[in-house]
């Protein structure tokens, strides 16, 4: 799929040599990118691929730790601590009266 020696050319224009071993990674490569370039067609919902797919669109996935809480001050948790408690309580006493 890959022409051999057009990537050995731009390898080499770089002061790089190119071994046999990894034309395979190349092409295994090749193919990740050529799937991402499908996937960015279809999300757009075409089936045509055009040069605005041709972009590796990456994710930010933000994940909280608990060094987020370096910011809020202690007293903030002691509160919802006991809000949180005086809201499990009522909700116990709310159910017990609904069973009756």
């Known amino acids: 799929m890959i022409q051999k020696s057009k990537v050995k050319k731009h390898i080499n ?3 790089l040599s190119l071994s046999a071993k990894s034309i395979e990674s190349l092409e295994r490569c090749f193919m990740e990118v050529l799937d991402n370039i499908c996937l960015n067609t ?7 691929v055009m040069p605005k797919h041709c972009v590796n669109k990456t ?5 909280k730790t608990p060094n987020d809480r ?3 001050k202690p007293e903030f948790y002691k509160l919802a601590m006991s809000i949180q408690s005086f809201c499990a309580e009522q909700a116990v006493i709310m159910s017990r009266q609904v069973k009756g």
């Open 70 to 72: 370096v910011n809020l």
């Open 59 to 63: 994710k930010t996935v933000v994940k």
């Open 13 to 15: 224009a770089k002061g």
């Open 42 to 48: 279809t999300e757009d919902g075409m089936k045509t």
